[in-house]
């Protein structure tokens, strides 16, 4: 079971922010190009980063919390999911806050319903 751990964080932070999309409708899906241009560079930086930590030595992730399935460069399939999961969580985190709250965060509602 300990395999499953990283893997368990991961979807238990999917389990909790996912109905927001329902439940208070933030669109953060519908929205897919808003989503990409918030997610994928922070993806490629934080995965460049990880992959040279690893090659250098600095970093090295547990055979027993994770599924043992290594990409290219030694990068843990859990690690790359993090780098999609997290922020993806935290949009939804955010435009729940947003719809709740009425706070603009820097950008319209009318924009932001877009």
Sequence with gaps: MGHLTY???LAGCLVVTAP????LRVR???R???L???VVPE?????????????QGHW????????GVRLPGGIPVEEVLFFLVVPLCS?????????VTGWDAGYPAQEAER
């Design 7 to 9: 893997l368990a964080l």
């Design 20 to 23: 927001l999309e329902l439940v």
């Design 28 to 30: 953060v899906y519908a």
């Design 32 to 34: 897919w190009r808003r």
């Design 36 to 38: 990409l241009v918030a």
């Design 43 to 55: 993806f490629v930086v934080f995965v460049a980063w990880v992959l040279y930590a690893i090659a």
């Design 60 to 67: 090295d992730y547990s055979g027993e919390l994770t599924l």
């Design 91 to 99: 949009v939804l985190a955010l435009e729940a806050v947003r719809r």
